[in-house]
Nanobody, 125 residues
Framework: QVQLVESGGGLVQAGGSLRLACAAS????????AGWFRQAPEKEREFVAA????????KYADSVKGRFTISRDNSKNSVYLQMNSLKPEDTAVYYC??????????????????WGQGTQVTVSS
């Protein structure tokens, strides 16, 4: 498993933007798919976005499509989540994750074996 560390969370007003970053400890991260998940209080962890190992494919939850953009820089073993037009309902702990599983299960949290510790995003109304 790869160690992942998220950063970039914080408090922002509705309509604002944040950019989350996820740094991996090993170069093997550049050869696996990566994703972002989030978990709000008293709710289940949910899929946000995913990117293939080479950045050629991306997938988004309907709730963030058009507002969030996932990207990666394999030379830095890092994945990013640009979040624009933030809404109060985006408030959650955001987790970065990596998986060696197929793209077909990329929206399933159980398919990911490597997880970061999470970073809090709070959007005020």
């Amino acid at each position: 498993q790869v160690q992942l560390v998220e950063s970039g969370g914080g408090l922002v007003q509705a309509g604002g933007s944040l950019r989350l970053a996820c740094a991996a400890s090993e170069r093997t991260f550049s050869s696996i798919h990566a994703g972002w998940f989030r978990q709000a209080p008293e709710k289940e962890r949910e899929f946000v976005a995913a990117i293939s190992w080479n950045g050629g494919s991306t997938k988004y939850a309907d709730s963030v499509k058009g507002r969030f953009t996932i990207s990666r820089d394999n030379s830095k073993n890092s994945v990013y989540l640009q979040m624009n037009s933030l809404k109060p309902e985006d408030t959650a702990v955001y987790y970065c994750a990596g998986t060696g599983r197929s793209w077909g299960v990329i929206t399933t949290a159980a398919a990911f074996g490597s997880w970061g510790q999470g970073t809090q995003v709070t959007v005020s109304s």
